[in-house]
C-alpha cells in the first residue's frame, strides 16, 4: 500500500513490528500472579496443618508426662462416703423353688461434713509439671438408723452383725497415715478394700472420657468410686451401736492427690468447704461452690447439699447399678489447674494463620501493582514460609516462657525478618515498612481475638468486614 505526500511522491508504510506483540501471559499477568498467589496460598496449607498435628503431639507429651508424675505420687482422688454396707436375705421363688440370697443395702449419712484443707505444689518432669497436692480431709457427721424402715424390709431378715463401713477412696496409694473410725464414741483400725459381694462399684470403663477432649472441671470416674476404698467390721458394737436410732462417726484422711479433688453428697445434708494455698481453682462436678473466696494467696469454697438436689435416697441398693451411678455423678470438688493453656490457644491461633498469610500475599501485591515493582513468586513463598514458621516459634517458646511473651517475641522476630526481606525485594525501606506494619497490625488484632472468648466472632467478624473494604478501595485501581 501506497501514501501520497506533499511532494505527490509515493512511500512505503513501515514494516510491523511483530517482536512488540505481547503474548497472553503478559496481557493477563495480573490474573497469573493472583492465581499463583493462590496456589502458593493453599499449598502453604499443609504445613499450617502440620503446625496443628506438632500442637496435638506436645498436647499428648505433656498429659504423658502428667501421667507419669501421678502415676508414681497419687492420682485425682473422689471421696464418698462413709456408708454403712449391711446384708440381709431375701427369699425367692425360681422354677418353682424357694430361694434364699444374700444382698446389701448401703446406708448413707443423714449428716455429713468434710473439712478438707490442701496444699498444692507442683512436680517437674523436664519442662512440664504437674499440680500435686498432700490433703487433710475431715469427715464427720451422723447414721440414721431409722431410714432402714422405709425399704420395708423385715428387721429379723438384717443382719447387722455382718455390716461393714466402707469409704471409697480413688488411689489409695496417697494415704499417708493410718486410718481410724470413730463410731459412736469407739475407736475402729480402717482395712484396704471394699470386700461386699456383688457391689456394683459405679460407672465401667466403658465411661471412660480421654484427658484431650472432657471437660477443664470434669472429675475421672471411670473406674467406679467403690472401686477401691477402705472398710471396717465393727464387731465389739454388733447388737448395739448398729440398732440405734442415730450413730455418729469422725474419720481424718491424710491424703496425697493430683490434679483434682472431689466428694460425692452422700450425706441427706452435706455441708463441704474446701481450703488450699492454690490460686486457679477450676470448680467442677455437679455443684458448684455456694460461696468461694480467691486470692493469689490461695481460695476457700463452700458447699451445701441436700438430699433434695440428688437422684437418689438414703437407703440404696448394693447392686442398683442405676442409684449408685447418679452417686457417681453427683460428686463436685475442684481442679488445681494452670491458669493458661497454651496449647489451646496455640491452636485458636493457628485457624488465624491462613488468614494472616492471605492479607500479606494481597497487600504485597498490591504494592507491586501500583509501584510496577515486580515480586517473584518465589520471595512470595519465602514470606508463606516466615509467617508458618511463626507458629512454630510461638509453640516451643510458650512451653517454657508462657503464651503471651511467646506471641510478642515470635510476632516481632517475624515481622523484622519480612520487613527487612521486602524491603529489600522491593528496594524500598517505606514499602517493606508498610508489609511489617501490616503485619503488626494482623498479630495484634488476631491476639485480641484470642483473649476474648465471649466477643471473638463479633469483634472477628466487624474486623474481616473492616480489611475486606480497604481491599476493595485499593482494588478499584487494579486492572486485571
Known sequence: METIDSSNQAKPLPPEENGNKKSIIERHSVTVKLLAIGFLTLLLLIPLGMIRGLINERKYTKTSAIQEITSKWSGEQIVTGPCIAIPYIQERIVNDKREVVTKHLLLLPQELDVEANAAVERRKRGIYDASVYKAEITLTGVFNMEEIEKEGIRREDIQFDKARVIMGITDLKGIRDLVSLQLNGETFSMEPGIPIENLFTGPGMNMYI???????????ISTG????????RPDSLLGKTMTNEKIPFSVTLHLNGSTGLYVVPVGKVTTTTFRSNWSTPSFGGDFLPLSHDISDEGFSASWKVLDLNRSYGQVIGGDDSAAISMMSSSLF????????????????SVKYGILIILLTF???LFIELIRKKAVNPFHYL??????VLFYALLLSM?????????????AVMTIVMITLHMAAILRNRKQGLLVGSLLAF???????L??????????GSLGLFAILGVIMYYARKVKL
Not at 382 to 387: D, I, K, R, T, W
Not at 442 to 448: A, G, I, N, T
Open 210 to 220: 480421654p484427658e484431650t477432649v472432657k471437660p477443664v472441671g470434669a472429675p475421672d
Open 225 to 232: 468410686i467403690f472401686a477401691a476404698g477402705l472398710n471396717v
Open 333 to 348: 470438688g475442684v481442679k488445681f489447674i494452670q491458669s493458661v493453656d497454651q496449647y489451646q490457644q496455640n491452636l485458636r
Open 362 to 364: 494481597v497487600v504485597v
Open 382 to 387: 519465602l514470606v508463606g514460609l516466615a509467617l
Open 398 to 410: 510458650s512451653e517454657i516462657w508462657g503464651f503471651n511473651l511467646s506471641y510478642a517475641v515470635a
Open 442 to 448: 494482623l498479630y495484634v488484632f488476631v491476639f485480641l
Open 450 to 459: 484470642i483473649r476474648m472468648e465471649s466477643y471473638s466472632l463479633l469483634v
